[in-house]
């Protein structure tokens, strides 16, 4: 396989404008209608490993959390989340703090609020202030779900919308009023078993989820605010992510290619357009570690078995096309997959944990201009 650390163009780009760094060459790459080629040039970023912590075993760490300006990064460990302060690249451990009961199975952070919200095995969703970390304290309880909470979103933009999949099968959409309370104002119960992903498209007016029934739900919102299951889709998955407004992909369970789903305009409804070879481990997955893209990047982050793959779109006039730009492989046979992980907003840091290692690792991407 390639090596996907080139120290030489790392160093050459070193002495260019921080702000040339950050500029994209996208390597437009043939393809069929059916089959997404892999492209072999030149990659678009590399990555470096900037700071690591050991967490092992019991100490599972299924989720990782990072806020909107990449200064704080929290991860569980076990009933405890840890909290990291970055700066300049300099890490320093700020804090641990017990949040639940039950081991903490999600993390998310509000972009405009200075809060934190975590899920349990438990099967209760906490909201916590920033202000008031050190303290355990917590400002708000969700409890309607029954058992674990498997996956979370919030609407973005707004932040007045929650939704959470469980392991009891139910979606469920929970609203922030003006007195400050949050209250669950629908469950969609269609998942016929455990829900493993959620998306939510950039307009906030679709969601997508994929459950251990082998089913994917595409679902629109009405012009009265409810949700509705317009269309369903049999495949069996963990992990699911809007790309745009008409796209999204899916990474089937030990599949050797990613799917990737368009929305035929005659119709209204997604059909799978294109599938893009990936890497694989032939084990077990694990349903943590959702799959996220990146819009200000055109960057999808999708873990496969104990692969993290790194897969880059490209849009252009004549329509689009997307590549497996990074395999980060981590050996974890006889681990069942157990890789957890997330990406920052902006899509300079990747988080992950694993099993085998037991260390959390804090990756810096670093995105290469071509010099002519």
């Not at 390597?27 to 990659?43: A, F, G, L, P, W």
């Amino acid at each position: 396989m390639e090596s996907i650390f080139d120290q030489k163009r790392i160093d050459k780009l070193s002495h260019l404008d921080p702000n040339y760094q950050q500029i994209f060459h996208f390597m437009i790459q043939t393809m069929d209608n059916s089959q997404v080629e892999q492209n072999t040039s030149q990659k678009c970023f590399s990555h470096n490993l900037v700071y690591s912590i050991i967490q092992e075993y019991p100490f599972h760490c299924f989720a990782q959390a990072i806020n909107y300006n990449n200064t704080l990064i929290a991860f569980g460990s076990k009933y405890y989340s840890k909290v990291i302060y970055q700066k300049n690249d300099k890490f320093k451990y700020l804090l641990q703090i017990k949040l639940h009961k039950n081991v903490v199975s999600t993390l998310n952070f509000f972009n405009d609020r200075s809060q934190l919200i975590s899920g349990s095995y438990g099967s209760s969703i906490l909201i916590h202030s920033l202000n008031l970390l050190s303290s355990s304290k917590h400002i708000a309880t969700l409890k309607e779900h029954t058992r674990l909470i498997t996956c979370l979103v919030v609407i973005q933009n707004s932040e007045n919308l929650l939704i959470s999949g469980s392991s009891d099968k139910n979606i469920k959409f929970w609203t922030h009023s003006q007195n400050s309370c949050w209250s669950c104002t629908q469950t969609i119960s269609e998942h016929l078993d455990q829900v493993n992903g959620l998306s939510l498209n950039q307009g906030n007016k679709q969601l997508i989820s994929c459950g251990r029934d082998k089913q994917i739900l595409i679902m629109d919102k009405s012009a009265d605010q409810f949700w509705y299951v317009k269309q369903k889709i049999q495949e069996n998955g963990f992990r699911i992510s809007f790309i745009t407004t008409d796209i999204f992909a899916f990474q089937p369970f030990d599949g050797t290619h990613l799917f990737l789903y368009t929305l035929d305009p005659a119709t209204g409804l997604f059909i799978k357009s294109r599938e893009l070879a990936v890497s694989r481990s032939g084990q077990a997955c694990q349903y943590f570690f959702p799959q996220v893209y990146v819009a200000s990047k055109q960057l999808l982050v999708s873990k496969n078995g104990y692969w993290v793959n790194l897969i880059k779109f490209n849009f252009h006039s004549q329509g689009w096309d997307c590549k497996l730009e990074v395999e980060l492989n981590f050996d974890q046979s006889g681990n069942f997959g157990n890789i957890f992980g997330t990406i920052s907003n902006n899509g300079e840091f990747l988080v992950t944990w694993d099993c085998k290692s037991g260390t959390i690792e804090f990756r810096k991407l670093i995105y290469k201009q071509q010099i002519e």
